[in-house]
């Protein structure tokens, strides 16, 4: 069965800098394109960031384009979100996911319905 982990979440300055992790189990992990997403308090899940699965495309929400970066370990069955500069705004409970693979672009990877499997979550918590 599939499962998804992430850890690395926490409580943080504004400024500051944090790194998520997500360990991938049971599936072909270099065969998927993986995505982060996230959701505050109150708001609708909004995607972060998404990188196919040879490397070649990233892609990234408005809100955070420049400061997290997504990158992906295939021997390690794992994908990481660097978030630099953090703001209060991105506060959150940060999710990883696995995409459906049947269509592709930015369009496709930034929808989470797109998404087959989803980890718990881990929150990150940007402080004034």
């Known amino acids: 069965q599939v499962q998804l982990v992430e850890s690395g979440g926490g409580s943080v300055q504004a400024g500051g800098s944090l790194r998520l992790s997500c360990a991938a189990s049971?599936?072909?992990?270099?065969?998927?394109?993986m995505g982060w997403f996230r959701q505050a308090p109150g708001k609708e899940r909004e995607f972060v960031a998404a990188?196919?699965?040879?490397?070649?495309?990233?892609y990234y929400g408005d809100s955070v384009k420049g400061r997290f970066t997504i990158s992906r370990d295939n021997a390690k069955e794992t994908v990481y979100l660097q978030m630099n500069s953090l703001k209060p705004e991105d506060t959150a409970v940060y999710y990883c996911?696995?995409?459906?693979?049947?269509?592709?672009?930015?369009?496709?990877?930034?929808?989470?319905?797109?998404?087959?499997?989803w980890g718990q979550g881990t929150q990150v918590t940007v402080s004034p």
């Open positions: 996911a696995t995409h459906l693979n049947w269509c592709s672009g930015y369009g496709c990877y930034s929808r989470e319905s797109n998404y087959a499997y």
């Open positions: 049971g599936l072909t992990f270099s065969n998927y394109v």
């Open positions: 990188i196919n699965w040879n490397f070649a495309s990233t």
